[in-house]
């Protein structure tokens, strides 16, 4: 029994430090007693990695949809997802050199 509730509450402890990572909380850790002076670099690779994945992914919903409506199987995907790989990196760009 003692041995569920310390995995029960490792688990919730690690979804709690998950959730402040992902929501760029990287101040709240930094300053915490585990010294989690890495969370600031992770919340930024995080960051950067879902302006990425964010521009590939709304790029290829918009391909998607204009296929549908216009059908035009898979050109318009392909094209806008190129489009949202490209936007995405530029993004990623503009964000790491507002270092």
Known sequence: MARGFQLSSELIAG??????????????????????????????????????IAGVVVGAAIGWGFDKLLSTSPFGLIVFFLLGFVAGVVNVVRSARRV
């Open 15 to 52: 979804v709690v430090v998950g959730a402040a990572i992902g929501w760029g909380f990287d101040k709240l850790l930094s300053t915490s007693p585990f010294g989690l002076i890495v969370a600031s670099a992770m919340a930024r690779g995080f960051q950067l990695s879902s302006e990425l």
